[in-house]
């Protein structure tokens, strides 16, 4: 279940057919990845996650609310330093 504290992002993008498309998910369900903006779009039948690839090429912005970013982005960090047990400071 997501975190409503992560908040929304919108994706705004040109598909194949050189249309304006854009779609709006909670944060935890995009990322940017391998020169790719990565979108869970639904699940399958099966129950698996369905993600959309766009490369960043056809990507016009990315736009995400976020409650209190300076304090996500220091949980990240604290995260990654016990994860690879390093100091970034």
């Given amino acids: 279940m997501p975190d409503p504290e992560l908040g ?6 040109e598909n194949p057919d050189g249309e304006t498309e854009h779609a709006t998910v909670d944060n935890e ?9 990565q ?21 016009h912005y990315v ?16 995260r990654a330093k016990d994860r690879f047990d390093f100091d970034l400071g």
């Fill in 63 to 78: 736009e995400r609310s976020v409650e209190e970013f300076q304090d996500r982005v220091d949980a990240l960090l604290d």
């Fill in 29 to 37: 369900y995009i990322l940017y990845f391998q020169d790719h903006w």
């Fill in 39 to 59: 979108v869970k779009y639904g699940e399958d039948d099966e129950g698996n996650d369905v993600v959309r690839r766009i490369p960043k090429e056809r990507v």
């Fill in 8 to 13: 929304k992002a919108t994706i705004v993008f």
